[in-house]
């Protein structure tokens, strides 16, 4: 069972810049507990302040600080409605419609060795799973990537959760090349990948995957209209037809795409 | 068929109720039109299949659906007891097409009506071909009249020159209620891509910015039927379903704002209410079609 959905006028307590391109908010409910979520899940976030958007923005749950009645989005600015979410500043209210998703299939075993990876802001999601992970007594080991060593995020936070291995593009910090060329991938094997980013990225995990037959799930990154199933707009091809990222994902197994 | 309320949500922008439940009380809803379904399954068009405008949205979902088989089996035993009337919308390539998926529905006791989509400008198959011309939209209301017994409301397209000839062709042929409008077809280009965004080229456009077309083609109908008339395009709030009613509709529907606010619908029911009662107004049938 997925946890119960609801729209929630979250509070802005704090909007931290990580460089230029990316912002970290860190939001509250000042009235009640934050609905339960699961790592993988995301919110469709409500963009107030944009005369040019129109619909809500999906954005990954980052991170749960439950002692702090804390949900975190981690915003990449691309168009005008991040950049709009972006500016949000302390004591803002951001109305998000959540959880949404399906959300990571989490280990069943906690000796389970499990590989997340990512790159830009897709590591987003890879936080809260590595936490949860954590939670349950299991151990994982990070790959991410990224362009330059500032776009590297929340470095500090993983390294609290679990080993950490980077790839820049520019070899400007960890192995140079990309998240699939790190010597760990042909070091050691892992009883399974989770994997979000741009999507020639994810793809070239899949192939590393499928070489090594690790099962590997993948976290789409689809436009969406309602993110509850109802619109049909994020569809998906898979073995089983075009279904919805929003309820059938965003997650996957890499055996139902068609990649 | 009476409805608890006017306020309805519009087929394709609420699924079939349940995807809706944690948010949405769905019984203080008059009633909820169902996706578009068809006799056979579709698989609708490819992805992307929808791009933003400045106020609105554009789609070119081509009614995916399982057919009309799959829900009777699957999906009416989960929403037949739902507190709202349950309507399906239907379409079709042919107006045969259109009766065998509409018999379907026929046997299916908690449903009290169907939508009759022959408007949808996703599909080359049919669908708006129908609805844009009054021989057209009339052989497929005779054809789905012989075959359905309940309620029948036809939806109408905003794609033509004349939408009056068309609400008098299919009232003539036995409709128990038109619905207007469906979308309008349009289209976005990326600059970048030199392209096109939406995978077929054009989709129907919906939203806010269709209202002002939505309200005057439903005041232009209502003062030419006799029918009842169910308003819709760009409705957000009561205030926007006022509008509708006032230019003649007996009830509206809600479609595109329930991705901005999926409770959007019962803000509705509730604001028309408030209404009503600041301004001493009996029941919303006393402001049906009053504004001059
Ligand atoms: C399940 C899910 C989780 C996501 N999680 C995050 C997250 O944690 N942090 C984050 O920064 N972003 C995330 N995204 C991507 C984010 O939703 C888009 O970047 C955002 O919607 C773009 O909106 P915009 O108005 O800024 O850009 P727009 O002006 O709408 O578009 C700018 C550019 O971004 C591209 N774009 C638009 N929508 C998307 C999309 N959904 N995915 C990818 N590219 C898109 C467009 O093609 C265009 O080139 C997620 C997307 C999904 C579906
Ligand atoms: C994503 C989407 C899917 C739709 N699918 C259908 C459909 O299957 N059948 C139909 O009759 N209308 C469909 N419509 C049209 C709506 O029901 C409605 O007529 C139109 O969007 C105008 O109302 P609105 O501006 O309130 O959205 C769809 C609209 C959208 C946005
Ligand atoms: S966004 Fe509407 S079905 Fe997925």
Redesign the interface.
């Known amino acids: 069972m997925l946890p119960?959905?609801?729209?929630v006028d979250l509070t802005v307590r704090s909007n931290q810049s990580l460089g230029e391109r990316f912002v970290l908010l860190k939001c509250t409910d000042t009235s009640a507990h934050l609905p339960l979520m699961l790592p993988g899940q995301f919110a469709q976030l409500?963009v107030d302040n944009s005369?040019?958007?129109?619909?809500?923005r999906p954005i990954s749950i980052n991170y749960v600080d439950i002692d702090k009645n804390e949900v975190w989005f981690l915003i990449q600015k691309v168009g005008a409605g991040s950049q709009a979410l972006a500016s949000l500043q302390s004591g803002d209210i951001l109305n998000a419609?959540m959880p949404l998703g399906n959300g990571f299939a989490m280990p069943t075993n906690t000796t389970d060795r499990y590989l997340l990876t990512g790159g830009g802001v897709g590591t987003a999601p890879l936080l809260y799973m590595g936490r949860c992970i954590r939670d349950m007594g299991g151990r994982s080991t990070f790959l991410l990537g990224a362009r330059t060593a500032s776009m590297l995020l929340e470095l500090d936070m993983f390294r609290v959760l679990g080993d950490v291995y980077v790839t820049t593009e520019d070899g400007s910090m960890g192995e140079s090349g990309f998240v699939t060329q790190h010597s760990i991938l042909r070091e050691q094997r892992f009883d399974m990948i989770s994997v979000c980013g741009p999507s020639p990225m994810m793809k070239a995990v899949a192939r590393y995957a499928r070489k090594t037959n690790t099962p590997c799930q993948v976290s789409l990154e689809?436009?969406m209209?309602?993110?509850?199933?109802?619109?049909?707009?994020?569809?998906?091809?898979t073995v089983r037809?075009?279904v919805c990222v929003c309820?059938e994902g965003p997650v996957f197994d890499i055996n139902e795409l068609n990649w | 068929m009476e409805l608890r309320n006017p306020v309805m949500t519009a087929s394709g922008t609420f699924g079939y109720g349940t995807e809706f439940q944690d948010v949405v009380e769905l019984g203080r809803i008059g009633g909820i039109i169902m996706k578009g379904t068809t006799y056979e399954p579709r698989q609708g068009n490819d992805y992307p299949r929808m791009a933003e405008t400045t106020g609105g949205m554009l789609n070119c979902v081509g009614l995916q659906n399982k057919g009309v088989r799959y829900f009777a089996e699957h999906i009416y035993p989960l929403i037949r007891k739902i507190d709202s009337r349950m309507i399906v919308n239907v379409s079709g390539s042919s107006p045969q097409d259109y009766a065998r998926c509409a018999a379907v529905v026929d046997t299916l006791e908690d449903i009290p009506a169907i939508e009759l989509n022959i408007s949808c400008p996703n599909v080359h198959d049919g669908g708006m071909a129908f609805g844009v011309t009054t021989d057209g939209a009339a052989s497929v209301v005779k054809a789905v009249r012989q075959a359905y017994h309940k309620t029948l409301i036809v939806k109408l397209s905003p794609n033509v020159t004349d939408i009056v000839s068309i609400a008098k062709a299919v009232e003539a042929e036995g409709a128990d209620s038109v619905s207007l409008i469906n979308t309008l077809m349009g289209t976005v280009i990326d600059i970048e891509k030199r392209k096109r965004t939406l995978s077929i080229g054009t989709g129907g456009l919906s939203g806010p910015c269709v209202k002002p077309i939505a309200l005057r083609m439903v005041y232009q109908v209502a003062h030419a039927v006799d029918i009842p008339v169910i308003g819709l395009g760009g409705i957000c709030n009561a205030t926007d379903a006022i509008e509708f009613i006032m230019a003649g509709a007996s009830a509206i529907e809600i479609g595109t704002a329930n991705f901005l606010d999926p409770a959007v619908s019962m803000k509705v029911v509730d604001g028309i209410n408030e209404w009503l009662d600041a301004h001493n107004v009996a029941s919303v049938r006393d402001i049906i079609g009053v504004a001059e």
Do not use: D, P, Q, Y
């Open positions: 119960r959905k609801s729209i409500r005369k040019t958007t129109f619909l809500r419609l689809n436009m209209a309602c993110g509850l199933g109802a619109c049909l707009c994020c569809v998906e091809k037809g075009n309820t």
